[in-house]
């Protein structure tokens, strides 16, 4: 269901082919099994065009974006060739009998790249100036050395592979805008260097011209019926076309190319103006030129205007003679040969076909082909056997042409050995190759047959009368040990040395043969054994000689082929092979000539000789096939009469057997009756044994299933229990993790309060020992004052102080203690009583986790508004204290200035000067200031004994009241603390009470 776009053949296996379709994929198919082979994708684009390796195992599929190698025994891709896409690609192919392959752009850029490797050997250089047009379509030469481009113009681009340069612009007629397709037209003859160039343009013609004369040979198609695509068969016989209006016309190359291959008669051409090019694109552009007269349906403005010159009168017969098809000059080839001893491999064909004038009779030789194979040659493959099957059919093929041809050569031995050279050489094409050895045969095998079946003693004499002229030495050690010209010419003629020679030398020297007169032949051999001499005079055996004709030998070729042409001037005209032989003659046109220069009695009866065997020998077969049926039929008879009587005898014996057999079996059949009545008795007896142990075994079965089904309940009722044990067991642990994660947070928690008693108790502790310290220098400011007369008092207050303060201390110790106790007894009564309520409390743990939470945010709430409270007292207190302090001190100061006042008046009366200088020594050493006041007469002495007495006596009692409202404060603090434990272990399971320190 997709049309295809490309199609290609010649694989490995001969009956695969390609087909790339329109969904971007190519397919392989086998024709014998009409199925699907391998399908291989990889394109993004059509593919236009598929290239098939000569060994077809490799093949190159081409669209505009890339190009891609496979390998067709794994239908794997091998390498991908992208470019980009204001490039593109054209045509990407394999070329010719060689591992290169040519890909085009669309840039007019050509690359050439070694399959081996795929490095890029070589690109062709840009077109000269004035002469670039873009390449659309592409052929390349059989031989792989020449490539023909065309695109959008009537000019063809000619490149030499070998030179990798433009060698010539061929301009088509002016009818021609466009070139469409490009094909070479196959000859066997040229070497694969094909000359004939078939050119499809826009206006549906296909025209077919020489690409080295540049003349227009014939042209197919028309205006009204144009060509669509064509197609050339691979022996360029025939040429196919698809026409525009959907049908296919097969023409014939002979046909059309009859008139042109007549000798051109001599054409004077106007030269024409046309277009401009630079100097160096003017040297290659060659205009074509038609090369014959048009056909009735060619229109008049396509020819080229041209005029016939009459001949010259003087134009010698010699001319004519050494006139040759296809333009050569005889005379001209054998000067070229004798310059470089063989014509060029690239044109041997083509210049042997011309020398020898083939006919190319299709018609008559369809005509001995379509007889097919003679009967001489049915089994040819054992006595000659080839490894090549195609060769061997061809030599077949041939072998019979001649033989329906001629007799003689049905029973002529040594013809397939004379015939192999040239099928080998031509077995891609059976009409040539027929015609080359049929015109061997005609001329350069003259007189060979005259003495059939003997070898032809008369051309055998001819050349040793030669060698005998030339080299009788050589001669007369032959005749010495019976060596004759059977054993040392006659091997070398009718094989056509091609056993003594290689495939190089073998075509050099029939360049010269097929160059010269028949004669020419015979002078080869006869130098061929006189250039041997030196190894032939050594020999002394028969065999020895033998051996000798029939091997290679270590002999120039080019040294025979000088020494034939010596003998060809230098032997006496009595003698010379040349008096005998006629010249070379062609064959005849349409038909084939009569070859009948043999004896034919001799042929005749031979083949009478022959067919009689032959007739004998299908008699006696038909005879002894007949006796053998007929002894097979009687052997046959004898054993099915055997067979019956056997059968007859065996079917009585059967009979009275079953008869005996029949008595015996009523008489067991009674018996077995008797038997039958008593085994149905015990069979009854056994079914209700049977019924009743059934019905046991049923009711047993009842109660082992019932038991199994109790059994199957206990284990379900273990299986639950264990189940709700085990989710018990998860449930416990669930709880203890649960337990230990609030065990966690609350001594979390215990830790923060902890932190902020320890942060409270530092502030408190550090606010009381600043004002312990203060209180110190007062003391110390009061005691210095007095200390003069009050040292014991104040040792006295100050010991019954600190005794009061250590038995203040060891009441609150001795009291915290004795509560800790009491609170660890009702912990742990609390803690058992939580014990024996926890399965009950853990419905509702998530419930008191949310009070416990409110609570204690309730609390902490509660507790800093108490600290802020507290906070706000201790402000007033402290401002109190400070009043009290100035006060306190202005007091002091007042009293200290009295009493300084007062010693200097007494010092002044009983002289005292010394005892106040050093109180006053004393007092500022100890860093206390006393500052003299002015004199008052309010003062008296029993102010100096009584008044120091009252602010001593209030400080010890501020002393204490602090003391006291500390203790409060802290007091206050651990009741607290002991508030928020007690409502934690309310909602928790209680633990151990932490040990305290005494704050």
Known sequence: MQACTALAFNLRRKTEFLVALADYSVKCFDTGTQELVSWMRGHESSVSSISVHGSGKYAITTSTDTAQLWDLDTFQRIRKLNVRQSVGIQKVFF?????????????????????????????????????????????????????????????????????????????????????RHLEFLPDSFDGGSNQVLGVLSQDNIMRFINIETCKLLFDIGSPEEGISTAAISPNGRYIASVMKNGSLNLYSVQALTQEGNKPPPFMFKAVEDGPKYPPEADKLITKVTSGRSKGPWKSKQSKIQSRLLKLQENTSLENKENELPGGLNKKRLQALLKGFGEYPAKYRMFVW??????????????????????????????????????????????????????????????????????????????????????????????????YFPNPPVNVLSIMENVLGHHDKELLQHLVKYNVTSQVYAWPLLETLLSEVLTREEWLKVFDNIFSNHPSYFLMVVIAYIICSRAPLLHCNQTADFEYFFHHRNNVDINVVIKEAYHLMEATPLDIHPQLMLDDFTPLTKGQYPVFNKYPVFIVDYQAQEREKIRQDEMEYLRERQLAHESEAKAQEQKAEDEVWYRKQKLLQEAKEQRQKILLEEEEK????????????????????????????????????????????????????????????????????????????????????????????????????????????????????????????????????????????????????????????????????????????????????????????????????????????????????????????KQFLDDKTNDALELAEKLQREDGSFERLHDLKARSTERGVEVQQVPRSGNVCLNDLSTSPSSPHLSSGRRRAELARQERELMAEVWQLRQRLLSQAQARHPPAPFPATTSP
């Open 353 to 450: 076909r011309s020398l020898l004038q083939l006919p190319e009779n299709h018609l008559a030789f369809s005509s001995l082909l379509d007889r097919g194979i003679h009967s001489a040659f049915l089994n040819i493959q054992k006595e000659y056997p080839i490894k090549s099957r195609k060769l061997l059919r061809v030599l077949q093929r041939t072998l019979s042409c001649l033989a329906h041809w001629s007799a003689i050569f049905a029973e002529t031995p040594y013809m397939p050995l004379l015939a192999f050279p040239f099928v080998k050489l031509f077995q891609n094409n059976q009409l040539i190759c027929f015609e080359v050895v049929a015109t061997v045969v005609v001329n350069f095998c003259q007189h060979w047959f005259e």
């Open 95 to 179: 070329l010719p009998l060689s591992n290169t392959i040519l890909s085009c752009f669309k840039d007019n850029s050509v690359f050439a790249w070694e399959f081996d490797t795929l490095h890029c050997k070589y690109q062709l250089p840009t077109p000269v100036e004035g002469s670039v047009l873009f390449y659309k379509v592409f052929a390349v030469t059989r031989d792989g050395q020449t490539l023909v481009a065309g695109g959008k113009s009537n000019h063809l681009h000619l490149w030499s592979l070998e030179l990798k340069q433009l060698i010539r612009i061929i301009q088509m007629p002016e009818e021609v805008r466009a070139v």
């Open 669 to 888: 059949l009674a018996e077995q009756r008797q038997r039958l009545a008593v085994v149905k008795r015990e069979l009854k007896i056994k079914e209700l044994q049977l019924l009743d142990a059934s019905r046991r075994r049923f009711l047993n079965y009842q109660q082992d299933q019932l038991q199994m089904e109790l059994k199957r309940l206990d284990n379900e009722i273990a299986r639950k229990a264990s189940m709700r044990e085990q989710e018990t067991a998860a449930a416990v642990q669930d709880v203890e993790l649960r337990w230990m994660e609030l065990e966690s947070q609350k001594q979390f928690f215990e830790q923060l309060i902890i932190k902020d008693k320890e942060a409270v108790t530092k502030e408190m502790k550090e606010e009381v020992e600043a004002h312990r310290r203060k209180v110190d220098l007062e003391d110390q400011h009061v005691q210095r004052l007095i200390e003069i007369d009050r040292e014991e008092i104040q040792k006295a207050l100050t010991v019954a102080e600190e005794n009061l303060a250590k038995a203040e201390q060891k009441h609150i110790d001795t009291e915290w203690k004795l509560r800790a106790q009491r609170r660890l007894r009702r912990d742990d009564r609390e803690r058992d009583k939580s014990y024996r309520e926890i399965v009950e409390l853990l419905h509702d743990n998530r419930v008191k986790e949310a009070e416990l939470l409110k609570a204690m945010r309730e609390t902490e709430e509660k507790q800093w508004e108490d600290v802020a409270h507290n906070r706000a007292q201790l402000e007033e207190e402290k401002k109190a204290a400070a009043a009290a302090d100035g006060q306190r």
